[in-house]
T-cell receptor, first 113, second 111 residues
Framework: DAGVIQSPRHEVTEMGQEVTLRCKPISGHDYLFWYRQTMMRGLELLIYFNNNVPIDDSGMPEDRFSAKMPNASFSTLKIQPSEPRDSAVYFC???????????FGSGTRLTVV | GESVGLHLPTLSVQEGDNSIINCAYSNSASDYFIWYKQESGKGPQFIIDIRSNMDKRQGQRVTVLLNKTVKHLSLQIAATQPGDSAVYFCAENGNFNKFYFGSGTKLNVKP
């Protein structure tokens, strides 16, 4: 298995633009998580899905953030409109079962200028 | 929400020495803990886990100790190597399948 695949690896965009981050979880995993990592706040859980259904989105910072999982092999995290304070590394992770370690992707480094 | 904190933000050790990274957690109901290693430009990587019914678990060159009385977790790395240089996070399973991560400790291994 190629692991959790995220795209793009780097994204630079102007303030106000829409940004879409993509994730392909490990095949067969039934949980998918989106995390954001910054120096100030560390790793923050934004939202997670179970069997493609959003379970907990309490970590999503604002209405500008939205996430979807249309099928078991694909998820998106969208920011519209983007702001400079959204600059961070966004990680996607997946796992099988209720309590086990995540497998993280390599992340998307987002820079909003 | 729960908070997971680390005592030392940076730890420098000599190659070949043993390393100990500490972590304090806040939720006494947490029953599963994981240590992750994150190298520059990569996502966190699973190292070792431990459940609350255990005090100690050993892997290859790594040992995790859990003290539930004081809500403390530690990661011991034996014979630290340059490849161990990274940021290490502890994470607790605070609610169902949600993990809360500590702020991380950077381990520098000096040759």
């Amino acid at each position: 298995d190629a692991g959790v695949i995220q795209s793009p690896r780097h994204e630079v965009t102007e303030m106000g633009q829409e940004v879409t981050l993509r994730c392909k979880p490990i095949s067969g995993h039934d949980y998918l998580f989106w995390y954001r990592q910054t120096m100030m706040r560390g790793l923050e859980l934004l939202i997670y899905f179970n069997n493609n259904v959003p379970i907990d989105d309490s970590g999503m910072p604002e209405d500008r953030f939205s996430a979807k999982m249309p099928n078991a092999s694909f998820s998106t995290l969208k920011i519209q409109p983007s702001e400079p304070r959204d600059s961070a590394v966004y990680f996607c992770a997946s796992t099988l079962g209720t309590v086990s370690g995540y497998t993280f992707g390599s992340g998307t480094r987002l820079t909003v200028v | 929400g729960e908070s997971v904190g680390l005592h030392l933000p940076t730890l420098s050790v000599q190659e070949g020495d043993n390393s100990i990274i500490n972590c304090a957690y806040s939720n006494s109901a947490s029953d599963y803990f994981i240590w992750y290693k994150q190298e520059s430009g990569k996502g966190p990587q699973f190292i070792i886990d431990i459940r609350s019914n255990m005090d100690k678990r050993q892997g290859q060159r790594v040992t995790v100790l859990l003290n539930k009385t004081v809500k403390h977790l530690s990661l011991q790395i034996a014979a630290t190597q340059p490849g161990d240089s990274a940021v290490y996070f502890c994470a607790e399973n605070g609610n169902f399948n949600k993990f809360y991560f500590g702020s991380g400790t950077k381990l520098n291994v000096k040759p």
